[in-house]
């Protein structure tokens, strides 16, 4: 049987980690400070804007259908920015920060004029203090978590799930986000999924994705998941260093040499670069930092 306070927690972001480098997985997601025994983080302005952008437009969830495009989204987006101005959301400068601030401004401008689903029926998945979850494997002992930015209810009295999308960057069809939220809508709810869209608020465009089967999602989250597991269960017994290795080599802070572009970001924080700086301490108690280039 399962046990959610030994189980070894999934989800999109962290296995899109220890895909793009092992090392990046075990520093964002096992890591703690020694001095203040929280996990770190690094903040951008990327991420700056696509956390205030969400906030405001998974918030019109909490409205009746009619009444969502009455809000004020500037309103509501000027106070979720203030949560992410300045080094908070790691900008360097007052311009760049107000380029990103109008970016956002010109996502809610574009969905004030068209709202597409927004104005449509949902459905929530349910969660109490933690994203929503289920045991992808009870014999695994391993959980899958994750939040899905919408869920559309159809007429046909199926799902649709749709992912705001606030970069320019398209979403790689060997991306797992797709298949996870399959698999978190199919494990929460009882309605089925037959709809999948990405939504570039920027452009405006929206990209509907094939959905995969139950099985194939399964598997290919699985897959991943386990190698997830084995790697922090030899961790145990040969330690961080020997398991979670960049594939471009260990960093060297003296002659720079080693690390990729992933994980030397995180590795500037331990060695205490003087490119880091300390910005405050976010949610579920993560140190932030800002690393400049």
Not at 64 to 81: G, N, S
Not at 137 to 147: A, M, R, T, W
Not at 242 to 248: A, E, M, N, R, W
């Amino acid at each position: 049987m399962g046990d959610k306070y030994t189980a070894v927690w999934v989800s999109h972001s962290s296995m899109g980690d220890f895909l793009k480098c092992p090392r990046l997985y075990y520093l964002h997601n096992m890591y703690k400070d020694k001095k203040t025994g929280h996990k770190i983080t690094i903040v951008n302005p990327h991420m700056a804007l696509g956390v205030a952008v969400h906030e405001v437009l998974e918030s019109l969830g909490d409205y009746p259908a009619h009444e969502r495009m009455k809000q004020d989204l500037r309103a509501d987006f000027e106070e979720a920015w203030k949560k992410v101005s300045g080094k908070l959301g790691g900008f360097i400068t007052d311009t760049e920060e107000q380029e990103f601030k109008e970016r956002g401004i010109k996502m809610l401008e574009n969905v004030q004029k068209d709202p597409k689903f927004l104005i449509n029926k949902r459905i929530k998945l349910p969660r109490e203090t933690m994203n929503p979850n289920f045991f992808l494997s009870e014999d695994h002992n391993i959980i899958l978590n994750g939040l899905v930015d919408w869920i559309e209810y159809l007429p046909d009295d199926t799902l649709h799930i749709i992912d705001f999308k606030t970069g320019k960057k398209e979403e790689s069809d060997s991306s797992l986000q797709l298949p996870i939220y399959l698999l978190l809508c199919n494990a929460l709810q009882k309605r089925k999924v037959t709809k999948a869209s990405y939504w570039y608020l920027e452009s405006g465009n929206v990209v509907e994705k094939e959905l995969p089967d139950a099985e194939t999602a399964y598997r290919d989250v699985m897959d991943v998941a386990l190698k997830v597991k084995e790697a922090r269960k030899l961790a145990k017994r040969d330690g961080e260093d020997k398991v979670f290795i960049c594939p471009k080599g260990a960093y060297d802070p003296i002659t720079k040499e080693g690390g990729c572009f992933n994980c030397i970001p995180y590795e500037k924080i331990l060695t205490g670069d003087e490119s880091v700086e300390f910005v405050g301490t976010g949610g579920f108690n993560q140190d932030m930092y800002m690393v400049k280039k």
